[in-house]
Nanobody, 120 residues
Framework: QVQLVESGGGLVQPGGSLRLSCAASGTIFSINAMGWYRQAPGKERELVATITTSGSTDYADSVKGRFTISRVNAKSTYLQMNSLKPEDTAVYYC???????????????WGQGTQVTVSS
C-alpha cells in the first residue's frame, strides 16, 4: 500500500545538472529515512545518498561534492545532481524505511526508478 513516485530523470550533457524528486504515499505513518540508489546495466546497485528524519546525510564517495540530498517534508526527498559525468548514467531509485533497519541495508519500499543519461 506504499507507493513511491519518482521524477526528474532525463538526458543531460557532461557538466550539466539535474534534480530528481520522490514522494511517498499510501499506508505509511512515518519514515525514518529516505535514500537514493542507482544501477547501471551489468553493475551492482549502488547506494548514492541517504537522509534521516533529523536531517543527517551521507553520500557515496563517487558523488561527494556534486550531489545533494534533501527533504522538504516527511514523505519526500530530492537529489540535486551537479557536475554530471557519463559514469553517472544509471537508473536512479528512491527508497524509504519506517524503521532503522536501513542502516543494515534493509529498505522495504522502492520506486520504479528514473533514467538519468549523461552524454554529449
Amino acid at each position: 500500500q506504499v507507493q513511491l513516485v519518482e521524477s526528474g530523470g532525463g538526458l543531460v550533457q557532461p557538466g550539466g545538472s539535474l534534480r530528481l524528486s520522490c514522494a511517498a504515499s499510501g499506508t505509511i505513518f512515518s519514515i525514518n529515512a529516505m535514500g537514493w540508489y542507482r544501477q547501471a546495466p551489468g553493475k551492482e546497485r549502488e547506494l548514492v545518498a541517504t537522509i534521516t528524519t533529523s536531517g543527517s546525510t551521507d553520500y557515496a564517495d563517487s558523488v561527494k561534492g556534486r550531489f545533494t540530498i534533501s527533504r522538504v517534508n516527511a514523505k519526500s526527498t530530492y537529489l540535486q545532481m551537479n557536475s554530471l559525468k557519463p559514469e553517472d548514467t544509471a537508473v536512479y531509485y528512491c527508497s524509504c524505511s519506517a524503521d532503522n533497519r536501513w542502516r543494515i541495508g534493509r529498505w522495504p519500499y522502492w520506486g520504479q526508478g528514473t533514467q538519468v543519461t549523461v552524454s554529449s
